[in-house]
């Protein structure tokens, strides 16, 4: 037996020799991607060049946030050294009246800040363009620009200054004329002290997605209009509110209802879904059940609907 086990862990010559080939492969398999890894290893990368790269492309950021906050490009704007080209990729303007056009719509038009100052002082200063020429004398504007924005001014005519000065009659006329809102038409808006062109059909336009105006006050929603402005017409404007055109609160879709200023979206559905839940409104009072229907706003919706 013991002959029998000593035959079977008997090696020859060329058993052991295969074993020690076999054991030297094996261990160069172990060994071999860690000696790889020894000659291959990288060094840490270098973000010196990438933190610099990051630190200039701040520095421009903070730069230009500087520039921006101090007015840099309306106070160091060269004025009389753009052509034309540039003017009209720089403007894009619609229909105005200098004479009553807000700083913020000159801007909207692509004027700067500072030129939209410039205006502004000159017609709080009592200033006042008698012809397009007038815009063109303005330090400010340039010829570009002017050629630009030329074929867009409106001056209305009383404006406009043709060597004679406007008689007593006409001045009369613009303080003492009762203009009706709901009826009047942008000619008849004119007539009103510190209405122009522009303001007139800013007035129609609001008058038209309202519906109609209720109460004089709603004129100060309009845009541009400010309290002294409005303080110069009130008295001479009056309104027929049986003229402000209504909804039926029962049958009107959302789309319907969401159009009008004082509703939108959300009160919108909030009323459709009451309406889907509850039947019929009984009164306009009803639509105080929705919560998006608070004081304030249920007096200015109210005007605007009805149950039948």
């Known amino acids: 037996m013991k002959n029998r086990i000593k035959d079977y862990f008997s090696f020859n010559k060329r058993e052991r020799n295969g ?18 890894l020894l000659f291959t290893k990288d060094k840490p990368p270098d973000f010196s060049k990438f933190k610099s790269d990051i630190n200039k492309f701040e520095q ?8 921006k906050h101090n007015n840099y490009y309306a106070d160091d704007f060269d004025y009389n050294n753009i052509d034309k080209s540039s003017a009209e990729e720089k ?38 363009f008698r012809k397009k020429e007038d815009l063109k004398k303005m330090y400010c504007i340039t010829e570009s620009e002017y050629s630009v924005l030329e074929p867009y001014i409106q001056l209305s005519p009383d404006e406009m200054d043709n060597g004679k000065k406007k008689s007593s009659a006409n001045k009369s006329e613009k303080n003492t004329v009762i203009i009706e809102l709901n009826s ?21 336009a609001y008058r038209n997605k309202l519906g109609g ?19 110069g017409f009130v008295d001479f404007i009056s309104i027929n509110t049986s003229l402000v055109k209504t909804m039926n609160i029962n049958t009107a879709s959302v789309e319907e209802l969401k159009r009008h200023p004082y509703i939108g979206n959300n009160i919108a559905v909030s009323l459709t879904n009451l309406r889907q839940l509850y039947g019929r409104f009984k009164s306009v009072a009803d639509i105080r059940k929705s919560a998006l ?3 304030a706003n249920y007096e200015k919706i109210a005007a605007y609907l009805t149950v039948e």
């Open 19 to 36: 074993i020690i080939v076999l054991l030297i492969i094996l261990l160069a398999i172990i060994a071999f991607p860690r000696i790889l």
């Open 213 to 231: 105006f209720y109460k004089k006050e709603q004129l100060l929603e309009v845009r541009g209009i400010d309290s002294v402005r409005y303080a």
């Open 184 to 204: 009047a038409d942008t000619n008849d808006l004119k007539k009103l002290s510190g209405i122009g062109s522009w303001y007139a059909k800013k007035i129609v």
């Open 293 to 295: 229907v608070t004081d």
């Open 91 to 128: 403007l894009h303007p619609f229909n105005f009246n200098p004479n009553d056009i807000t700083a913020e719509e000159w801007e909207e038009m692509g004027l700067t800040a500072k030129q939209a100052r410039v205006i502004e002082n000159y017609i709080s200063k009592g200033g006042k």
């Open 60 to 67: 421009t950021l903070r730069e230009d946030t500087s520039r």
